[in-house]
């Protein structure tokens, strides 16, 4: 954690915030979010579950907090302590956040503590979770978040890193300064109606680490989708079968999460962008996407090249129409190489840029499948590169992709499948997280 100077750091007037901490390994990190509260002038109250004190000692949180720790609903009972906490809170933030705890908190329980005080406040709450990847991934522990999200309690993180054991990949707890930052955010969005008198109090759901109004809130979003078309004459095309709907719910999740995005949509549908709040560039051909990749790549944060590009186009284009009785039985075409867009904009980019790259690849082999995504982002290195298992009968022109996402070194940070918006979300969760 970075230093805070004190002075710079005091509130204009301390807030009594509670900082929830359940039984997972991450329960150390809490301790950094307990002292940088305290630091910046807040009267810090911890609830720890019992779990929670399997990995830090109570005495440990009673010297940092400066006020008694307890873990149950009968100490303090003339206080009412089982809810008199909840009620005082300005704040809660519950770090970390096991997948037990979410779930339990989706479900109202109140067996500890800790549940009684969520039930009983009425203050913002902020989670931060740590999990293995597959538990941040169950759906399950989807369904939770989305209730809670709905419920106006704000998540931030998690993020990518290294895990217990040999693990990697997402489901990290977001760094104590990051969490206190994006949470302190979180009440003043809370407590600003009050100042400015607006009757307008309504919670963000996608609050992440920016504290903004969505975890994308105020980025600028470049998404390419669909697949090119290299023109042969005025009425052939040498492409490919992307319908390009894995694009579109990549534009449409980053738009929903406050994003400002512009849609590069080559020979998509216009009905799959129909009331899509984003602004469309439409284009044809690997050409005429290079151009408009390159002429929104400066002002963007964030590029996601999504499209299927053709890697060769005809050498010709005829001006009309070829005739068959003019080449015989076989017909010889001859093609060139079309510019690699990722290559280029990767090559191009401005330090704060992050770049998603796409890998649409036929091998069944998943071993095999992801050595040639890691060739890939070793040529191109991409911050995050998705690789996406395509064929005859998945992949392309379906509702439902399989992926695996990698970052330079080779590293899977990520590894999903569903439905192509959920996957969209699977993708821009790591997005967010690079861009904190």
Do not use: C
């Not at 339990?104 to 740590?130: I, Q, S």
């Not at 963000?204 to 994308?216: F, I, M, N």
């Not at 449409?252 to 949509?265: F, H, I, M, P, W």
Request: aromatic share 2%.
């Amino acid at each position: 954690m970075s230093a805070v100077n004190d002075a710079a750091t005091q509130p204009a007037r301390p807030r009594t915030v509670v900082v929830g901490i359940t039984g997972g390994i991450a329960a150390y990190k809490a301790v950094g979010v307990v002292r940088d509260l305290v630091k910046r002038g807040h009267d810090v109250h911890v609830v720890p579950t019992e779990g929670a004190l399997r990995f830090v000692g109570l005495p440990t949180l009673e010297a940092l907090s400066r006020n008694p720790v307890s873990t149950s609903v009968w100490d303090d009972v003339a206080e009412v302590r089982h809810v008199a906490l909840g009620r005082r809170a300005d704040l809660v933030v519950i770090a970390p956040a096991t997948a037990d705890s979410l779930a339990k908190m989706a479900a109202g329980l109140a067996g500890d503590l800790l549940g009684t005080t969520l039930l009983a406040t009425e203050a913002p709450v902020v989670v931060a979770p740590a999990m293995h990847p597959q538990m941040w991934e169950h759906p399950a522990t989807r369904a939770n978040l989305a209730t809670l999200r709905a419920r106006g309690v704000h998540v931030v993180g998690p993020v990518v890193g290294a895990l217990t054991g040999d693990d990697a990949g997402i489901g990290r707890m977001s760094e104590p300064e990051d969490i206190v930052v994006a949470a302190l955010a979180v009440l003043d969005a809370a407590e600003a109606p009050d100042r400015s008198g607006s009757l307008d109090a309504t919670p963000s759901l996608h609050t992440g680490a920016r504290g903004e109004q969505g975890d994308l809130a105020g980025v600028r979003v470049v998404v390419s989708a669909g697949g090119t078309r290299e023109p042969l004459d005025p009425v052939r095309f040498v492409g490919n079968r992307s319908s390009g709907r894995q694009g579109v719910a990549l534009a449409a999740e980053a738009a929903r999460r406050g994003a400002d995005v512009t849609l590069v949509a080559a020979n998509t549908d216009p009905g799959l962008t129909e009331g899509l709040p984003v602004r469309i560039v439409r284009v044809g051909s690997a050409q005429e996407l290079a151009v408009a990749m390159h002429a929104e790549a400066p002002e963007a944060d964030v590029l996601v090249m999504t499209a299927a590009v053709a890697d060769y186009r005809p050498a010709e284009v005829l001006e009309s129409k070829l005739k068959k009785e003019q080449q015989g039985d076989r017909m010889t075409l001859e093609l060139v190489k079309n510019p690699d867009v990722l290559a280029e904009l990767v090559a191009a980019r401005r330090v704060g840029q992050v770049i998603v790259g796409f890998a649409a690849e036929t091998e069944p082999d998943r071993e095999a499948r992801l050595e040639l995504g890691r060739a890939k982002i070793a040529r191109k290195p991409a911050d995050l590169l998705v690789v996406n298992h395509v064929g005859w009968s998945h992949g392309f022109e379906r509702e439902e992709n399989a992926i695996e996402v990698l970052v330079p070194g080779g590293a899977v940070v990520r590894e999903t499948s569903g439905t192509k918006a959920e996957v969209a979300t699977a993708v821009l969760d790591l997005v967010a997280t690079a861009l904190t």
